[in-house]
C-alpha cells in the first residue's frame, strides 16, 4: 500500500508564505514524478508544477510561475512547495500527485493525497 500525507496549509493574509510537505510512503520501488495541484469551489482540479525525481526538471503552471517553488528530499520520498506572495486567488484545497512503481515490473500508478486546504485572505 502507498500513501500520500500532505501537511502545512493554513489561513493566511495577502503577500504571505507558505510551505507544503507531502510524504510518500508504503510499498515504493521508484517514484517516477511527484507534483502539486489545486482546487478551488466549484472548479476542476488544476495541476500547479511538476517534478522528474530523475534528473529533477520542473514544469509549472503560469499562474504559480515566479511565486511557487517545488523542492524535493528523495531520501524522504518528500516533496516541498514554497508559496511565497500569496493572493486571495491561490485559496484552494492543495493536493499531492505522485506516479509510483511498487516494484521493478509493475506499472506506475497515480497516487493522490487527501489534499490541504489553504486559504488566503484579503
Known amino acids: 500500500q502507498v500513501q500520500l500525507v500532505e501537511s502545512g496549509g493554513g489561513l493566511v493574509q495577502a503577500g504571505e508564505s507558505l510551505r507544503l510537505s507531502c510524504a510518500a510512503s508504503?510499498?515504493?520501488?521508484?517514484?517516477?514524478?511527484m507534483g502539486w495541484y489545486r482546487q478551488a469551489p466549484g472548479t476542476q482540479r488544476r495541476a500547479l508544477v511538476a517534478?522528474?525525481?530523475?534528473?529533477?526538471?520542473?514544469t509549472y503552471a503560469d499562474s504559480v510561475k515566479g511565486r511557487f517553488a517545488i523542492s524535493r528530499d528523495n531520501a524522504k520520498n518528500t516533496v516541498y512547495l514554497q508559496m511565497n506572495s500569496l493572493k486571495p486567488e491561490d485559496t484552494a484545497v492543495y493536493y499531492c500527485?505522485?506516479?509510483?512503481?511498487?516494484?521493478?515490473?509493475?506499472?506506475?500508478?497515480?497516487?493522490w493525497g487527501q489534499g490541504t486546504q489553504v486559504t488566503v485572505s484579503s
Open positions: 508504503g510499498s515504493i520501488f521508484s517514484i517516477d514524478t
Open positions: 500527485n505522485a506516479l509510483i512503481r511498487r516494484s521493478l515490473l509493475a506499472a506506475t500508478r497515480d497516487y
Open positions: 517534478l522528474i525525481t530523475s534528473g529533477g526538471s520542473t
